[in-house]
Nanobody, 123 residues
């Protein structure tokens, strides 16, 4: 098991920024590729970004490239999502996920999930 706890969500005005954090428990954090997903009301959960075990490579949903940045700090067992130039349509519950497979972590079949953190963007 890899308990994951997200934080950093909240209400922000359009054009603003938020940084989400996802803290993992245990000593094997660096063994897992990590990802962020989001789920808007009435929609399916969708991939946002993923990062490799060392943090050396990152991947993004095409629509979010340039505005969202994923990173990780293995010494702190934490993965981050920096979100800039936020738009009302970015409102969603944001989840982090972990999996030993880089391919699997980018899908909803990822092994471990947090409870999510709500992001709301006002216009």
């Amino acid at each position: 098991q890899v308990p994951l706890v997200e934080s950093g969500g909240g209400l922000v005005q359009a054009g603003g920024s938020l940084r989400l954090s996802c803290a993992a428990s245990g000593r094997t954090f660096s063994s897992y590729a990590m990802a962020w997903f989001r789920q808007a009301p009435g929609k399916e959960r969708e991939f946002v970004a993923s990062v490799t075990w060392s943090g050396g490579s990152t991947y993004y949903a095409d629509s979010l490239k340039g505005r969202f940045t994923i990173s990780r700090d293995n010494a702190k067992n934490t993965v981050y999502l920096q979100m800039d130039s936020l738009r009302p349509e970015n409102k969603a519950v944001y989840y982090c996920a972990a999996d030993s497979s880089l391919r699997s972590v980018a899908t909803t079949r990822a092994s471990y999930w947090g409870q999510g953190t709500q992001v709301t963007v006002s216009s």
